[in-house]
C-alpha cells in the first residue's frame, strides 16, 4: 500500500516542550520507529512534517541578529525543513537496513498569488507569548497574533496548496523503492509568474492540507496524520469528551473543531477520502502502524 505519512508539529515537539534540539530529536526517535514499522510490513512510504513552531523561532533568531537581514518565510522555511529532514532522515536511517534509502526533497508547492487567504493570517508559527508578550509583538512587529490554549502565538497567512512541483520527482523515487521525506512545512509556497517562472511567498502552508494534495496526487490508498492525541474528539477538554473511532466526512462535517490544531486534519482527511483515497487516519505518533491498520485512533473512510 502506497501511504503518506504526516509528522505534526506537536508530534516533533509535544505541547509545553522547550524548544530544544535534544527534545525534538527524541520525539523524532518515537515517531520513526513507529515509520520503521510501517516501512517493515512492506508499505511504499512518504513522509511529510510540520515546522510551525521551528520557523518561527528562526525568525526571531534571525531579527534578533538584525532585523534588515530577515529571510522571507519561504526562505525560512526551506532552511528548517532541512534542518527537520536531515534529523528524520538519520534516525529513520539508523533503524532500517543498510540497503533501503532514504531521500530527503524541499518541496515547492504552488499557491494562487490572489488567494483571499492572503489577506488574513490564521496559520500560528513559533513559540507562545502570554497575553501581555503578544499586545507588545502586535503593536512592536505589526504582528498578527492568535490565541493557542491559554496563550498566543504569531500568525501568518496559509493560502490553500494547488500543485505539488516535485510531484513527479517523488513518485519516481517511490516507485523505485526509496522512502521519501518530502513537503516538509506544507511545502515551501511559490506563486507563477506571468512568464511561467515561480517565486517564493510570505506565507507558511497547512502541512496538513499540504499532505492530502500530495496523497491524491501520488494516487496512494492512505493518509495518515500523527500527532500528539490519540485521535479526534468531541468535546475535547471536557468532561464529556468522547473519541470518534471511525466517521464518514459527510458525518464530520456536521462537527467544529478547534482552528490551527485539529481542524485542519479533519478537513485534510475528508477531502483526502472525497478525492478519492481509500481511508485516512489520525492518532498519536507511536501507533502509526495501528492506523493503517485501522485498529487506532480516527480512521475517516466511507
Known amino acids: 500500500m502506497r501511504v503518506v505519512i504526516a509528522l505534526g508539529g506537536n508530534a516533533l515537539l509535544k505541547r509545553g516542550q522547550t524548544m530544544t534540539p535534544e527534545h525534538q530529536r527524541e520525539n523524532v526517535k518515537v515517531a520513526v520507529r513507529a515509520i520503521a514499522e510501517v516501512i517493515a510490513a512492506g508499505h511504499e512510504v512518504i513522509v511529510t512534517h ?21 529571510s522571507p518565510l519561504d526562505v525560512i522555511g526551506a532552511k528548517i525543513d532541512g534542518m527537520i529532514g536531515y534529523v528524520i532522515e538519520q534516525e529513520l536511517g539508523n533503524l532500517l537496513p543498510q540497503e533501503k534509502k532514504i531521500a ?3 518541496t515547492q508547492i504552488e499557491v494562487n498569488a490572489d ?8 496559520k500560528p508559527i513559533g513559540p507562545q507569548y ?12 505589526g504582528w498578527d497574533m492568535m490565541p493557542d490554549g491559554e496563550k498566543f502565538r504569531r500568525a501568518v497567512p496559509s493560502p490553500t496548496p494547488q500543485r505539488v512541483l516535485e510531484a513527479g520527482v517523488i513518485r519516481l523515487l517511490v516507485e523505485n523503492g526509496i522512502v521519501v521525506i518530502c513537503a516538509g512545512g506544507g511545502g515551501i509556497p511559490v506563486v507563477r509568474r506571468k512568464d511561467d517562472s515561480y517565486i517564493g511567498v510570505e506565507a507558511v502552508i497547512d502541512k496538513d492540507h499540504a499532505s492530502q494534495l500530495l496523497a491524491n496526487t501520488l494516487q496512494a490508498q492512505a493518509l495518515i496524520m500523527l500527532s500528539d492525541v490519540d485521535g479526534v474528539y468531541l468535546g475535547w477538554g471536557t468532561a464529556q469528551s468522547k473519541r470518534i473511532e471511525r466517521a464518514t466526512p459527510v ?13 485542519p486534519k479533519v478537513q485534510a482527511a475528508c477531502a483526502f477520502v472525497r478525492a478519492g483515497g481509500e481511508f485516512a487516519a489520525i492518532g ?15 480512521v475517516v473512510a466511507w
Open 284 to 298: 498519536r505518533a507511536e501507533d502509526a502502524l495501528a492506523l493503517l491498520q485501522r485498529q487506532s485512533g480516527t
Open 115 to 122: 488567494d483571499p487567504a492572503f489577506m488574513r493570517s490564521t
Open 50 to 70: 510540520g515546522d510551525g513552531p521551528q520557523i518561527g523561532l528562526l525568525a526571531l533568531q534571525e531579527i534578533s541578529y538584525d532585523e534588515k537581514l530577515v
Open 104 to 106: 530527503v526533497l524541499l
Open 251 to 263: 458525518e464530520l462535517s456536521g462537527y467544529s473543531f478547534a482552528e490551527g490544531s485539529m481542524a
Open 130 to 141: 502570554t497575553h501581555t508578550e503578544a499586545e507588545h509583538l502586535a503593536a512592536s512587529r
